[in-house]
C-alpha cells in the first residue's frame, strides 16, 4: 500500500557532515562541512534543522542536539568512486558509479582537445585552466569581449566550462560552443562529467556578473535511475534547480528552473501548494558554488539560515500523505584547503506529520537508501544492479 502520496527530495548541495572512512584516499583528511561552518562563524541560527534533528550528526557551537526530533536523522556514505555532483546525486537515485569521471584541474585541458574545440568552433580559446568562475572573469573577461575569443575553464570538478558574454558572444553562439564540446568529450580520454555554459553580463573587470542563464550539458546516466521507473509508472518527477541537467533530463516528467537557492526554496514551496503524486527533487547549489569552492564559512552560514527561514515555510504545507527528505550530495569543507569538494558522509533527514515516532537512523553504505526508499513507497522495484536499500519501514 503506497504510504506518502508525494515525496519531497532536497538537497543542500555540499552540506557533508563529516569525513568518510576513506576520505584520506581523496585527499581530505578531517573534513566536515557543517561542523567548521559552524567553527569558524559566531552565529548559526537554525530553529527548523534543529527540530529536525541536524545537530544530532554532528557538534555545532551554536546548536544544541535534541532529544525529540520531529522526525528521524541519520548520515550516509558514499558507495561510489568521487565526490563531485552528479556522482552523488546518481547515487541518491541508485546508480553505483565506479569509475570516476576524468578530471583536468592540474593540466588544464589537453592540446588535441583544444585544438579540435577551436576548429569545429571557430574560436580561439584563452584560459584553459582551473579557476573560480569569478576569477577567470576579472582576468579574461574584457580580452574575451575585445577578441571574441572563448574562455575555457575547468575547477576540482569533473567539468568543462566555457565563459561567453550574453551581449557580445550571445547565448546562442555559447550553446552551440558548449554542445560542441559535450561532444568531443565523449571519447574517453577527454570524457567529463559535464559542459556547463557560463554566461555573463558587465563590460569591465569589476563589473563581471555571471548570469542565471547557465546551461548544464551533462552526461546520460549509464543505466535506469528509480526517477525512470517512477516516470515509467506514471508518476510525476518534478526537478527543481539543476536536477534536470545532472540527470539530462532522464526520468524528468516536469523541470523548473531556479535564479538561486533562496528561489529554488521559493518554488519547491508554491510546489506544495498543489496536487501532484510522485517526486519533487530539488537542488539547491548556491551553497556549493557561491561559498563552498569559494572558502567562505560565513557565507555558506548565511545561506544554511536563509534555507532554515524557508524550511520553516514549508513544513506547515506538508500534509499527512507527504514526507520531506532532507539530504546532500557531497561536501565542500570551506575551512579546507583548495577549492575542491570534499570527500564526506551526507545527512538524511525525514518527517512527515503522520509519523508517530523520532529518533536516529542507523548509517546507511550507500546514497541509494533515498531511491530505494521511494520507489518502496510507491511500491515499485529499483532498476536491476541498483544500490541502496529502502528505510521506509524505520520510519513510523
Not at 569591465?204 to 550539458?217: A, I, L, M, P, Q
Amino acid at each position: 500500500m503506497e504510504r506518502f502520496k508525494r515525496i519531497f527530495v532536497i538537497v543542500i548541495d555540499s552540506l557533508g557532515v563529516g569525513a568518510m572512512e576513506d576520505s584520506p584516499e581523496f585527499g581530505d583528511v578531517g573534513v566536515n562541512t557543517l561542523g567548521h561552518i559552524s567553527q569558524a562563524v559566531d552565529r548559526l541560527w537554525i530553529p527548523h534543522l534543529q527540530k529536525l534533528g541536524m545537530a544530532n550528526l554532528t557538534p555545532l557551537k551554536q546548536v544544541e542536539p535534541v532529544e525529540k526530533a520531529m522526525g528521524y536523522y541519520g548520515k550516509m556514505r558514499e558507495k561510489s568512486k568521487g565526490k563531485d555532483t552528479m556522482t552523488g546525486h546518481w547515487e541518491l537515485m541508485g546508480l553505483e558509479v565506479k569509475k570516476p569521471f576524468k578530471t583536468f584541474t592540474e593540466t588544464g585541458f589537453p592540446p588535441e582537445l583544444i585544438a579540435e574545440l577551436e576548429k569545429r568552433t571557430g574560436h580561439k580559446t584563452i584560459g584553459n585552466k582551473s579557476a573560480s568562475g569569478t576569477e577567470i572573469l576579472d582576468e579574461l573577461g574584457e580580452e574575451e569581449i575585445a577578441t571574441g575569443h572563448m574562455i575555457v575553464y575547468t575547477s576540482a570538478d569533473s567539468v568543462l566550462q566555457i565563459c561567453g558574454n550574453e551581449e557580445t558572444f550571445g547565448l546562442d553562439e555559447l550553446y552551440r560552443c558548449c554542445e560542441i564540446a559535450r561532444e568531443l568529450t565523449m571519447k574517453d580520454e577527454w570524457r567529463v562529467g559535464r559542459v556547463i555554459a557560463r554566461p555573463y553580463v558587465g563590460k569591465k573587470k569589476g563589473e563581471f556578473r555571471r548570469t542565471s542563464n547557465r546551461h548544464d550539458y551533462a552526461l546520460k546516466p549509464f543505466g535506469p535511475t528509480v526517477l525512470n521507473v517512477l516516470k515509467e509508472a506514471g508518476l510525476d518527477v518534478i526537478s527543481v534547480g539543476k536536477i534536470r541537467d545532472i540527470f539530462d533530463g532522464e526520468g524528468i516528467t516536469e523541470a523548473y528552473k531556479s535564479r538561486s537557492s533562496v528561489h529554488g526554496m521559493e518554488q519547491t514551496i508554491e510546489l506544495a501548494g498543489r496536487d501532484f503524486r510522485g517526486l519533487c527533487f530539488v537542488n539547491l547549489v548556491d551553497f556549493d558554488a557561491l561559498w563552498g569552492h569559494r572558502r567562505n564559512p560565513g557565507g555558506y552560514a548565511a545561506e544554511i539560515e536563509k534555507f532554515d527561514v524557508n524550511l520553516g515555510k514549508l513544513l506547515p504545507l506538508l500534509k499527512e500523505d507527504d514526507l520531506l527528505i532532507i539530504t546532500a550530495d557531497h561536501g565542500n569543507d570551506p575551512t579546507y584547503t583548495g577549492t575542491d569538494h570534499t570527500r564526506e558522509k551526507v545527512p538524511f533527514l525525514a518527517y512527515s506529520p503522520s509519523m508517530k515516532e523520532n529518533g536516529g537512523l542507523p548509517e546507511t553504505d550507500t546514497f541509494g537508501a533515498v531511491g530505494a526508499t521511494i520507489a518502496d513507497n510507491f511500491c515499485l522495484e529499483t532498476p536491476e544492479g541498483a544500490v541502496g536499500k529502502s528505510v521506509l519501514g524505520l520510519l513510523k
